[in-house]
Each structure stands twice: as structure tokens, then as C-alpha cells.
Nanobody
């Protein structure tokens, strides 16, 4: 069983920064592709960023490219999302997700395990 626990959400002013972390249980974490998604009230869950099992490649939604950075530490079984220059439209619940087949995709349906989410609110 794979469990994911996010942390680091909160309230921040526009232009500020937050760092989200996701702790992942499971002995084969280093084989998983990992992603971050977000869901704003009344909207569909959307892709934010993803990283390959090695951390060698990263992928971003156009809306966050240049502002957000995804990273992972396979020794600690964690994946992080550094969010800079935050905007009110970044307000959402943020979820980390694991693709145990190691395939990086932007599709919600391709990820096998999900965390419970952490709330990010950006005030204007």
C-alpha cells in the first residue's frame, strides 16, 4: 500500500512563496513518477507539475512554468513543489500523486495513488 501525505499549504499574499512537501510510503518510491495537481472550487482537478523517477526530467503546466519548481529526494521518499510569485488564481487544494508504473503524464486518470490534499490560498 502506498500512502501520500502533503504538507506546507497555507495563506499567502500575492507575490509570495510557499513550499509544499509530500511524504510517500513504499519501498519502491524511487521507481515512481510523481505529480502535483490542484483543484479550485467548482473546477476540475488540473495538472501542475510532474517529475520522472530519477528526477532528471520535469514537466509543468503553462500557467506555472517559471514560477513553480518540482523536485524529489529519493533517499527521503519526498517530493516537493516550490511555488514562487504566487497569484490569486493559484488558490486551490493541491494534491501529490504517484504513478507506480514510472510513466510521467499530465492526466489525472494515469496516477494510481493520491494524497489528501493541502489548501493554498493566495490573497490579492
Amino acid at each position: 500500500q502506498v500512502q501520500l501525505v502533503e504538507s506546507g499549504g497555507g495563506l499567502v499574499q500575492s507575490g509570495g512563496s510557499l513550499r509544499l512537501s509530500c511524504a510517500v510510503s513504499g519501498r519502491t518510491f524511487s521507481r515512481y513518477a510523481m505529480g502535483w495537481f490542484r483543484q479550485a472550487p467548482g473546477k476540475e482537478r488540473e495538472f501542475v507539475a510532474a517529475i520522472t523517477w530519477s528526477g532528471g526530467s520535469t514537466f509543468y503546466a503553462q500557467s506555472v512554468r517559471g514560477r513553480f519548481t518540482i523536485s524529489r529526494d529519493n533517499a527521503k521518499n519526498t517530493v516537493s513543489l516550490q511555488m514562487n510569485s504566487l497569484k490569486p488564481e493559484d488558490t486551490a487544494d493541491y494534491y501529490c500523486a504517484a504513478d507506480t508504473l514510472g510513466q510521467v503524464t499530465t492526466s489525472v486518470r494515469d496516477y494510481h495513488y493520491w494524497g489528501q490534499g493541502t489548501q493554498v490560498t493566495v490573497s490579492s
